[in-house]
Structure formats: structure tokens, C-alpha cells
């Protein structure tokens, strides 16, 4: 049975096509009530049809029954997490090469990857390309998770006085990665060693890129209209903000999201706690440029 003191996960999915003819996201959420352990893996294919889709569904799968299947040892402390979530991504890296040599139709295909477990009050991700983990904190929304694309080195070039806002803005290649799962040398891994501390009423969304035309301000506004909402209700008010810009370029959303809340006992009413005076979660890294790949689907 799950320790009082240990969150009640409260979680849903979404995906949407957008304007695409095909979907080439892949997503899976396993928070269930009362288990010592959640897991959230998401995949943005990139390479066409026959071949984003393909390899999304790769990474999924292999990440997620790589975490699975270690599970116990995960709930018992036995593994170290940042360790079997860096395993279950080469595996999956692995697994797309071989894919390839057997089809060399798909040569060029890959996926991003952000994959999350929950344990208690602890928290612990990788990712790789662009799809962004947020948190959605006391009104705040912060991405947690490294942006490894070139839009995220263009930025650090604005910030240094390198480079022009408009001009970064406008670049062609902003939404190219810079890192992807594709079967070859994975230029850039975010994987915390500490883990991070969720606390009660917290909200994270796990995303793939699709939902990123909406700016962060949009999403916030979103998130604070309602903050309230169950996990199910939190993302389709996304998907309805995303459909709501009718845009023509609209790429496949995909979306995690899962609320952190008190446990309850004996099946009394959940009580928000106040928040307390804290720390702002540190800014990750700004990775350094090491070869573009193409945009993910």
C-alpha cells in the first residue's frame, strides 16, 4: 500500500493530429492510484510517414518496458535512477539502428525522447531533442528540461549580444535539434543526478513539440484557467488552446500530464497545502552546438 506521505498521481493523455495526414507521436502514462511508482515516456518521430511514426513507437515501447521491467527495483532503491533511464535510452538508440540496417528505407529516422519517473516525491527525467517537461507551480510555468534545438543556442547568442531577437526568431533552422534519438552518436543527454521535489498541487506536462506554437504565456494562461481541473481537464483545455490558433502548420501534439496531490486517508477531502517560501528550480544548461538534424515531426 502506498505511504501516507506519498502523493496521490492523478494522470492523462491527449494527442491530436494537428494539420498533419498522419500521426507521428507516441506517448504512454502509467501513474496508477495506489502503485510506488509512475512512468511517463513520450517520442516525437521525425523522417516522414512509414518512418517518424516508426521510430516514436520504437522509442516508446523500449523505454517504457525497460523501466517497467525494473520497476521493483526501482520502488526498493536498488537502482540507481538516473542510471536505468540512461540505459533504457541507449537501448532504445540501439534498437533504431538495428531497425535501420534491416530497412535502409529509413535511413534519417529518429525520435526525441522525454521520460519521467515518479517515486514518492521525486522526480526523475531524460530527454533528448525538443519536447519540453513543464512544471506549472503556485501560477508559475517553468520548463525543466534542456531545449536541444538550435532556437535554444540562437537564444544564448541573443542574450550575449550575438545575435539579433528578430533575426533569431525568424531563422529558418530555430526548430532544427541539435540532439536526437536516431540510432547514431546521441550529441546531448539532460539527466539529472538529484532528483526534483514535486509538491502538492503541483502540475507537470510532458509535451512533444506540437504544443510549442503556443508561446509560454498562452500555455501559462491556459494552465492557470484551470489550475483546479483534473489531470483529464488540464489537457484537453491544451489541445482546445492549441486548435483555437487554426494554424495551417500545426504539427501532432502529444501530451502527459499528471497532477501531484496529497494522499488521502480514509477517503476524506483532499486539502491544499499553503505554499512555502522557496527556491526557484535552477536553469538548465544552455547545450553547446554540435551538429543539426533535421525538425521533428
Given at each position: 500500500?502506498?505511504?501516507?506521505?506519498?502523493?496521490?498521481?492523478?494522470?492523462?493523455?491527449?494527442?491530436?493530429?494537428?494539420?498533419?495526414?498522419?500521426?507521428?507521436d507516441?506517448?504512454?502514462?502509467?501513474?496508477?492510484?495506489?502503485a510506488?511508482?509512475?512512468?511517463?515516456?513520450?517520442?516525437?518521430?521525425?523522417?516522414?510517414?512509414?518512418?517518424?511514426?516508426v521510430?516514436?513507437?520504437?522509442?516508446?515501447?523500449?523505454?517504457?518496458?525497460?523501466?517497467?521491467?525494473?520497476?521493483?527495483?526501482?520502488?526498493?532503491?536498488?537502482?540507481?535512477?538516473?542510471?536505468?533511464?540512461?540505459?533504457?535510452?541507449?537501448?532504445?538508440?540501439?534498437?533504431?539502428?538495428?531497425?535501420?540496417?534491416?530497412?535502409?528505407?529509413?535511413?534519417?529516422?529518429?525520435?526525441?525522447?522525454?521520460?519521467?519517473?515518479?517515486?514518492?516525491?521525486?522526480?526523475?527525467?531524460?530527454?533528448?531533442?525538443?519536447?519540453?517537461?513543464?512544471?506549472?507551480?503556485?501560477?508559475?510555468?517553468?520548463?525543466?528540461?534542456?531545449?536541444?534545438?538550435?532556437?535554444?543556442?540562437?537564444?544564448?547568442?541573443?542574450?550575449?549580444?550575438?545575435?539579433?531577437?528578430?533575426?533569431?526568431?525568424?531563422?529558418?533552422?530555430?526548430?532544427?535539434?541539435?540532439?536526437?534519438?536516431?540510432?547514431?552518436?546521441?550529441?546531448?543527454?539532460?539527466?539529472?543526478?538529484?532528483?526534483?521535489?514535486?509538491?502538492?498541487?503541483?502540475?507537470?506536462?510532458?509535451?512533444?513539440?506540437?504544443?510549442?506554437?503556443?508561446?509560454?504565456?498562452?500555455?501559462?494562461r491556459?494552465?492557470?484557467?484551470?489550475?483546479?481541473?483534473?489531470?483529464?481537464?488540464?489537457?484537453?483545455?491544451?489541445?482546445?488552446?492549441?486548435?483555437?490558433?487554426?494554424?495551417?502548420?500545426?504539427?501532432?501534439?502529444?501530451?502527459?500530464?499528471?497532477?501531484i496531490?496529497?494522499?488521502?486517508?480514509?477517503?476524506g477531502?483532499?486539502?491544499r497545502?499553503?505554499?512555502?517560501?522557496?527556491?526557484?528550480?535552477?536553469?538548465?544548461?544552455?547545450?553547446?552546438?554540435?551538429?543539426?538534424?533535421?525538425?521533428?515531426?
Amino acid at each position: 500500500m502506498q505511504p501516507p506521505s506519498d502523493p496521490r498521481l492523478d494522470a492523462a493523455m491527449a494527442v491530436d493530429v494537428g494539420r498533419r495526414a498522419h500521426q507521428e507521436d507516441a506517448v504512454i502514462c502509467d501513474c496508477p492510484i495506489g502503485a510506488e511508482l509512475g512512468l511517463v515516456v513520450l517520442a516525437d518521430g521525425m523522417g516522414g510517414y512509414l518512418c517518424g511514426d516508426v521510430a516514436s513507437r520504437i522509442v516508446m515501447t523500449e523505454v517504457y518496458s525497460e523501466l517497467k521491467l525494473r520497476g521493483p527495483e526501482l520502488v526498493r532503491g536498488e537502482a540507481h535512477m538516473p542510471a536505468a533511464l540512461r540505459r533504457a535510452a541507449e537501448g532504445a538508440n540501439a534498437c533504431l539502428r538495428a531497425y535501420v540496417e534491416e530497412a535502409p528505407h529509413a535511413i534519417g529516422m529518429g525520435a526525441t525522447l522525454v521520460a519521467g519517473i515518479l517515486r514518492g516525491r521525486d522526480l526523475h527525467w531524460i530527454s533528448v531533442g525538443d519536447s519540453p517537461l513543464y512544471l506549472f507551480r503556485d501560477g508559475a510555468l517553468v520548463r525543466l528540461n534542456e531545449d536541444h534545438s538550435f532556437g535554444s543556442v540562437m537564444r544564448a547568442m541573443v542574450e550575449e549580444g550575438r545575435m539579433d531577437a528578430e533575426a533569431a526568431a525568424r531563422h529558418p533552422e530555430r526548430t532544427s535539434l541539435i540532439s536526437v534519438l536516431s540510432g547514431g552518436p546521441v550529441a546531448h543527454v539532460d539527466c539529472p543526478r538529484a532528483a526534483f521535489r514535486v509538491e502538492d498541487g503541483d502540475v507537470l506536462v510532458f509535451a512533444s513539440d506540437g504544443l510549442l506554437h503556443l508561446d509560454e504565456a498562452e500555455i501559462c494562461r491556459a494552465l492557470r484557467a484551470h489550475a483546479e481541473a483534473p489531470a483529464a481537464g488540464i489537457a484537453d483545455a491544451l489541445l482546445r488552446a492549441v486548435a483555437a490558433l487554426d494554424d495551417p502548420e500545426q504539427d501532432n501534439v502529444s501530451l502527459a500530464v499528471v497532477r501531484i496531490g496529497p494522499a488521502r486517508a480514509g477517503g476524506g477531502p483532499v486539502r491544499r497545502a499553503a505554499p512555502e517560501a522557496r527556491a526557484e528550480p535552477p536553469v538548465a544548461a544552455m547545450p553547446a552546438l554540435a551538429g543539426v538534424a533535421g525538425p521533428a515531426g
